[in-house]
């Protein structure tokens, strides 16, 4: 067992006992569990699979951050997190269909930083409904 730490900059934060926690990791997938070497590394914009004893699984969209691992301790601080039951499917489709418009905009404008927030919005958008659809 490790203890799971998830926090963010507002303060929200949820701590428990778990099995193992998938997490997507700058250089891909990385799976922590009991014994993990120490770690640090930035996280993706991307789900997070958390496994409880008795296979119970819990999925989250992990919004940025980083995580790290030392004395069988996983903490996660993301910019943001939201667990799937938590997540609004019909808000998060409207989310994607104003980031693809807001893409579009910005690429005709060839603004790269409009083009890099709204690609961003698209991802934090696509990973609610992929979350919440159970597409792990």
Known sequence: MITLRLVT???SGFE???????????????????????????????????????????TAAIHGGYMSM?????????????WSEDIDLARAKESERR????????????????VRRAELALSRALTRIRVKEGSV
Do not use: W
């Open 70 to 82: 030392k004395n069988n301790v996983l903490t996660v601080v993301a910019d943001h997190y939201e």
């Open 99 to 114: 980031a693809k418009e807001m893409l579009q905009l910005a690429e005709a404008g060839d603004d790269l930083d409009d």
């Open 9 to 11: 900059p507002s303060g």
């Open 16 to 58: 428990e006992e778990v099995e193992r926690a998938i997490l997507r990791g700058s250089e891909g997938d990385l799976a922590v569990m009991e014994g993990t070497a120490p770690i640090v590394t930035p996280l993706e914009i991307s789900l997070a699979r958390v496994i409880y004893p008795g296979r119970k699984e819990r």
